[in-house]
């Protein structure tokens, strides 16, 4: 009888083990404090940008905030004229001008930060220390160094390329089927288009993203901007900013 309970137990503690969650996002650049939060929740999180490249979305720019207040994007001029199908990918930057200028204006913008000097090194090579082109490298790479200043632990990995007739359900499970994923986090905007029935089906559950009940930090705008980059948290709190990606 113990032996069996003991067996039990050790097979279901093999089958937790395996348990993987997954979510899967396009890259931004550096993104806002709850896109690392999705990355945090899960075990493997997938860079999907073998999919179409949008313009004045988030993929190539984001928020800061200057000492006034104010709101400021920075935003790295990229090639698309004759790409308006081109996949995320596939996009490059025009020139490399837009290191210095956007490493120049956050130094501005944050000088008078708390944590401007532990901060101010790890941004000056991850701009002027890269020559990167490729939009989804250069978003990958600030994405995984911000990661370790959050001390975020996740796999990051990148998608593969799909069968032209995959719908953007079928894209979703060939990832989660290719790193054995049985749970996937989606934020609340696939609602409109995820068949939770396709992933059940499949034997995935689904779970749901919240971006909301986040706590207000040191910022030097009001009223307080939530959406903003991770580098604002940064500044202000330095490795502390890991704490303010917890709900209240």
Same mark, same amino acid.
């Given at each position: 009888?113990?032996?069996?309970?003991?067996?039990?137990?050790?097979?279901?503690?093999?089958?937790?083990?395996?348990?993987?969650?997954?979510?899967?996002?396009?890259?931004? !650049?550096?993104?806002?404090?709850? =896109?690392?939060?999705?990355?945090?929740?899960?075990?493997?999180?997938?860079?999907?940008?073998?999919?179409?490249?949008?313009?004045?979305?988030?993929? &190539?720019?984001?928020?800061?905030?200057?000492?006034?207040?104010?709101?400021?994007?920075?935003?790295?001029?990229?090639?698309?004229?004759?790409? =308006?199908?081109? &996949?995320?990918?596939?996009?490059?930057?025009?020139?490399?001008?837009?290191?210095?200028?956007?490493? @120049?204006?956050?130094?501005?913008?944050?000088?008078?930060?708390?944590? +401007?000097?532990?901060?101010?090194?790890?941004?000056? @090579?991850? !701009?002027?220390?890269?020559?990167?082109?490729?939009?989804?490298?250069?978003?990958?790479?600030?994405?995984?160094?911000?990661?370790?200043?959050?001390?975020?632990?996740?796999? %990051? @990995?990148?998608?593969?390329? =799909?069968?032209?007739?995959?719908?953007? &359900?079928?894209?979703?499970?060939? @990832?989660?089927?290719?790193?054995?994923?049985?749970? +996937?986090?989606?934020?609340?905007?696939?609602?409109?288009?995820?068949?939770?029935?396709?992933?059940?089906?499949?034997?995935?559950? %689904?779970?749901?993203?919240? +971006?909301?009940? !986040?706590?207000? !930090? &040191?910022?030097?705008?009001?009223?307080?901007?939530?959406?903003?980059? %991770?580098?604002?948290?940064?500044?202000?709190?330095?490795?502390?900013?890991?704490?303010?990606?917890?709900?209240?």
């Amino acid at each position: 009888m113990e032996m069996a309970l003991a067996s039990l137990v050790l097979a279901l503690l093999s089958w937790s083990d395996e348990l993987k969650k997954l979510a899967i996002s396009q890259s931004d !650049y550096i993104p806002w404090k709850g =896109y690392f939060d999705l990355i945090r929740q899960v075990d493997i999180f997938v860079l999907f940008d073998s999919v179409q490249y949008t313009r004045r979305d988030w993929r &190539n720019r984001n928020k800061i905030v200057e000492p006034n207040g104010n709101l400021i994007w920075l935003s790295i001029p990229v090639q698309t004229k004759g790409k =308006y199908l081109a &996949n995320i990918n596939e996009i490059e930057t025009v020139d490399q001008g837009w290191r210095k200028q956007h490493f @120049e204006t956050i130094r501005n913008c944050y000088r008078q930060a708390p944590y +401007y000097q532990a901060m101010i090194d790890i941004f000056e @090579e991850l !701009y002027l220390l890269r020559s990167e082109t490729s939009l989804s490298a250069i978003n990958r790479h600030f994405i995984e160094r911000i990661c370790g200043l959050l001390n975020i632990k996740t796999k %990051i @990995e990148i998608g593969q390329s =799909y069968p032209e007739e995959a719908d953007a &359900n079928d894209k979703l499970l060939i @990832e989660c089927k290719r790193f054995g994923a049985n749970s +996937y986090m989606s934020g609340p905007s696939a609602a409109a288009y995820l068949d939770r029935d396709k992933f059940n089906r499949q034997g995935i559950d %689904i779970e749901w993203m919240s +971006y909301t009940g !986040y706590p207000e !930090y &040191n910022q030097s705008r009001v009223p307080f901007e939530h959406q903003v980059s %991770i580098v604002d948290l940064l500044f202000n709190h330095g490795q502390d900013a890991q704490n303010y990606l917890n709900k209240l």
